[in-house]
């Protein structure tokens, strides 16, 4: 069982920046995609980013171009780091982890299916 704790959440102004970071320990040799989702009140919850075990990024649109997925798997560590921060981004960000899902085709890819989840960090974005 993978076990999953995020770091890193606070409060900023609308143009600034945040890392977040998150820490896996426990059967982290099964994992094949790590992502970052978030909820705000009232909202469904939104994949913000995703990243393969072969390194494949990638991003909800809202977010593109703003914020970077990485990953070191050396420190079984996942991070978001998050520019240009606006008011809608504000909402509790958390890191999960899953395998990989395949089509009928046998292409493996990151689906919006996570079977472990951190307990989440909050990110508050004032204008």
């Known amino acids: 069982q993978v076990q999953l704790v995020e770091s890193g959440g606070g409060s900023v102004q609308a143009g600034g920046s945040v890392r977040l970071s998150c820490a896996a320990s426990g059967g982290t040799g099964s994992i094949d995609c790590m992502y970052w989702f978030r909820q705000a009140p009232g909202k469904e919850r939104e994949r913000v980013a995703a990243i393969a075990r072969n390194g494949r990024e990638s991003y909800a649109d809202s977010v593109k171009g703003r914020f970077t997925i990485s990953k070191d798997n050396a420190k079984n560590s996942l991070y978001l780091q998050m520019n240009s921060l606006k008011p809608e981004d504000t909402a509790l960000y958390s890191c999960?982890?899953?395998?990989?899902?395949?089509?009928?085709?046998?292409?493996?890819?990151?689906?919006?299916?996570?079977?472990?989840w951190g307990q989440g960090t909050q990110v508050t974005v004032s204008s």
């Open positions: 999960a982890s899953g395998r990989y899902s395949q089509t009928s085709f046998g292409v493996r890819y990151c689906s919006d299916s996570a079977r472990y």
